[in-house]
C-alpha cells in the first residue's frame, strides 16, 4: 500500500471520530486544552490499537465479533448522545459538570470510534499487509481530526450554547444509526 492509499484511510477511519469530537466540543464545559489533548490522544491511540488488534486477531475472532461490534458502538454511541441532549434541555443537569475525557465515557468514545478500525486490521492481515506504519498513520491522523473538532466545537458552543450541546448528542445518536444501518445494508 502506498502512503495516498494509507492516509485515505486514515481519513475516513477519522470521520467517525472527528463527528464525536465536533459533538463533544460544543460541551459548555470542556475544560480546556489538556482536556482535549487527551480525548484526541485517545482517540488516536484506539484508532492506532485496534488495527493492529485486528490485524493480530485474524480471522479467529472477527467470527465472534462481527456479529454484534455493531450494536456495541450504536450502544455506546447512543447512551453518550442520550446523556449530551439530556444536559443540554436541562441546563442545571449534574451530568453537565462532567468531562468526557476522563473514565468511563473517554473508554466508551473511543472504543466505539474505533471498532472499525479493527476490521481495517483484520483487512490489511488478510491481504499480507504490514501493520505498523498504517496503524500508526491511521492513530496519527485520528488524533490530529479530532483535535480538530474539539476546536470547532467549542467555537460553535460559544457562539450557539445548549442548542449545539442538543446538536452533539443528535449527530452521536444518528453516528450510531449510521453504523447499524451500513452493517445492516452490506
Known amino acids: 500500500m502506498n502512503f495516498l492509499e494509507i492516509l485515505l484511510i486514515a481519513l475516513s477511519m477519522a470521520m467517525d471520530a472527528f463527528a464525536v469530537c465536533l459533538g463533544a466540543g460544543t460541551l459548555r464545559q470542556t475544560p480546556g486544552e489538556r482536556s482535549t489533548f487527551r480525548l484526541s490522544f485517545h482517540f488516536g491511540l484506539f484508532q492506532f490499537l485496534m488495527p493492529v488488534v485486528g490485524w493480530l486477531a485474524g480471522t479467529t475472532i472477527e467470527r465472534y465479533i462481527a456479529d454484534y461490534d455493531h450494536w456495541i458502538a450504536f450502544g455506546l454511541l447512543a447512551f453518550v448522545g442520550i446523556r449530551m441532549l439530556r444536559s443540554g434541555f436541562d441546563p442545571n443537569d449534574e451530568q453537565q459538570q462532567n468531562d468526557i475525557s476522563r473514565g468511563w465515557t473517554l473508554v466508551m468514545l473511543s ?76
Open 111 to 186: 472504543v466505539a470510534v474505533s471498532i472499525d478500525a479493527l476490521a481495517i486490521g483484520l483487512s490489511l492481515g488478510l491481504i499480507g499487509a504490514t501493520i505498523w506504519y498504517p496503524a500508526a498513520v491511521i492513530g496519527v491522523v485520528t488524533g490530529l481530526v479530532s483535535w480538530l473538532g474539539l476546536q470547532l466545537g467549542n467555537k460553535l458552543s460559544v457562539k450557539f450554547g445548549e442548542r449545539m450541546e442538543i446538536a452533539g448528542g443528535i449527530v452521536l445518536i444518528l453516528i450510531g444509526i449510521r453504523i447499524l444501518i451500513a452493517h445492516i445494508m452490506g
